[in-house]
């Protein structure tokens, strides 16, 4: 089974704030809302544009 792949990102200190806001009002922590953002931008993409390559 393969491993999780980690990421680093640099945020400003407002948008950090916005994304902790918005993962605590869905419930979810900042790691899991990001993930939920990136797939949601991915899906909205492959419906624009077709499926992305692994």
Do not use: C, P, W
Not at 9 to 38: C, M, P, Q, W
Request: charged share 35%.
């Amino acid at each position: 089974m393969e491993k999780d792949k980690h990421l680093g990102l640099r945020i400003d200190s407002e948008t950090h704030g916005k994304l902790k806001s918005l993962a605590e009002f869905e419930g979810r922590s900042i790691n899991g809302e990001v993930l939920y953002l990136i797939r949601q931008a991915i899906a909205q993409h492959e419906k624009d544009h077709g499926t992305l390559n692994k």
